[in-house]
């Protein structure tokens, strides 16, 4: 289906939404009714409640615990396990006529947490599924359920299209539906450039960005529309990057990075402000901090905070290497997430390590990146 035409298709057929690997099928949660529901049921897995982190927020879901990743299992009180009860669950929880006193968990219906932004925030199922229902003009919130085959296994791309022309779904790729909204919309703003003259990473063109999550800064050095360019996203850590804590390998990652880039006279550094204590702010780090001083570990502790293990996304520094023409990148991480989000912006991208020597205050810490959230950090002995 053209995405030309996203807005206009029928709204009261369910989507199929696909990227290389699967696909999902999605209908929009606040007009959602038992046909939708029951066909989810039968031919996908859990269903899944994709809405924005303040949405949670405000309807008071995140006093509950995330499950796995990014989800709050919930039910209605006297909930059954019909359609038509789920169906009706999901509508008035996005409307916010369901009290939280009214929800019982864990659940059976998934709620998870999707950027506000859309796919141009982070490249997801659940990001795509919000994206399309906003456009039909309705709440941006979705219902979505990964698809499965007759046998059990989860569909293909290659099954998901079969199985739109057989049932007569429009069919939206998130590839596609990520550059319709490129072509149409910009949620960076570039708006100044000046030398930046450092005291130990030589010189470098600052340039400022206004984005949705703040304002932003990319450190560039050399002609990096050319060829291949290191990169650096780096996430703000005010205690790492400014008092050289040793709870995390922040800071030492941020003074590698900015010297690998000096020696090799070309690079970006894009210091993306907004993910202090992977997206739950400063204040909520620090009580993180204090938990795990408890016994918690970092992934353990967020949860307990009633956040995700991880609110980041790269989205808009994805937007920001477009904007200073950057195509091919080296990117120095240890986080797959990072290398894989980029990739559904259409880079090509290789890795380089940036790996730090541990040290008794953050070993715990290393480790729990590496076993839970699958950085891939080598220097430690699990």
Not at 3 to 22: A, E, G, H, P
Not at 71 to 81: M, R
Request: proline share 4%.
């Amino acid at each position: 289906m053209s995405l030309s035409n996203v807005i206009t298709f029928n709204s009261r057929k369910i989507c199929v939404i696909v990227d290389d690997q699967k696909a999902v099928l999605s209908f929009p949660a606040e007009v959602v009714g038992s046909n939708e529901i029951a066909f989810l049921m039968k031919n996908c897995d859990e269903l899944r409640l994709a809405i924005p982190w303040n949405t949670i927020s405000k309807l008071g879901l995140n006093r509950f615990r995330f499950y796995g990743e990014n989800f709050i299992p919930v039910d209605f009180k006297t909930n059954g396990v019909s359609a038509e009860e789920r169906a009706w669950f999901v509508r008035n929880l996005v409307k916010g006529e369901i009290s939280i006193d009214e929800i019982i968990y864990p659940g059976r219906i998934f709620v998870e947490e999707a950027k506000e932004g859309g796919v141009l925030e982070r490249p997801g199922f659940g990001e795509a599924a919000l994206d399309i229902a906003r456009m039909l003009g309705f709440i941006p919130a979705s219902v979505y359920s990964n698809l499965m085959t007759p046998s059990g296994e989860i569909a293909t791309a290659d099954y998901a299209m079969k199985f739109a022309e057989e049932h007569s779904l429009p069919v939206i790729k998130i590839k596609d539906l990520i550059f319709y909204r490129l072509k149409n919309e910009k949620l960076v703003e570039r708006v100044v450039d000046a030398t930046l003259p450092t005291k130990f990473y030589g010189v470098f063109k600052a340039v400022g960005y206004k984005t949705p999550i703040g304002e932003i800064i990319a450190l560039v050095k050399g002609e990096v529309s050319e060829g291949e360019t290191l990169v650096r996203i780096h996430s703000e850590c005010l205690t790492g990057d400014v008092f050289h804590s040793l709870r995390c390998d922040c800071g030492d990652q941020l003074e590698n990075a900015l010297k690998i880039i000096d020696k090799a006279g070309k690079g970006v550094l894009i210091y993306m402000r907004g993910h202090e204590g992977r997206g739950i702010g400063l204040i909520n780090k620090l009580m993180a901090y204090r938990l795990q001083e408890e016994g918690k570990d970092t992934v353990e502790a967020n949860i307990e905070l009633g956040f995700p293990p991880d609110l980041r996304s790269y989205g808009i520094s994805a937007q920001i290497l477009m904007d200073l023409g950057v195509k091919n990148i080296v990117l120095m991480t240890n986080n797959p997430l990072k290398i894989e989000e980029l990739k559904k912006y259409d880079f090509n991208v290789k890795r380089m390590e940036i790996e730090v020597e541990p040290s008794s205050e953050n070993l715990n810490y290393l480790k729990t990146k590496k076993e839970k959230m699958g950085h891939m950090i080598c220097r430690i002995n699990l």
